[in-house]
């Protein structure tokens, strides 16, 4: 929850890197909340629109910031612009491109975007 919680405090922070535990971290509990969520608003009979929730609708809009920092970090920690988020627009490929990069290591040492974050944690 450290993880998650980090990156809820720098949720205006799009500039310097992310390393991948700190993405992955926020996007497991991110699926556990929404789940949870969910469920909570099937058992309430809280629904917005077709099968989404009250709650759930609340609290992805709450999150969708955050996310965005945290993604455009985590691509300035493999050495990318954020502008390679522009990849989300083709369906698939472009999901499959992110979600690879999501998962490559960190660059090595500093980058453009500042000291690789492994080192000052």
């Not at 992310?18 to 789940?35: C, D, H, S």
């Not at 985590?74 to 998962?103: K, Y």
Request: charged share 20%.
């Amino acid at each position: 929850m450290d993880w998650y919680f980090k990156v809820l405090r720098n949720y205006i922070g799009f500039s310097g890197r992310a390393r991948r535990k700190e993405y992955w971290m926020f996007i497991l509990v991110n699926i556990i909340l929404t789940g949870v969520l969910s469920m909570v608003d099937k058992m309430l009979g809280l629904r917005v629109a077709g099968d989404e929730g009250i709650l759930t609708a609340i609290y992805g809009l709450l999150v969708f910031l955050p996310w965005w920092a945290v993604q455009f970090r985590r691509l300035h920690d493999t050495d990318r612009s954020a502008w390679w988020l522009l990849l989300l627009i083709i369906p698939i490929v472009g999901w499959l491109i992110i979600l690879a990069f999501n998962c490559q290591d960190s660059t090595p040492g500093e980058n453009r975007f500042g000291p690789n974050p492994k080192h000052i944690t």
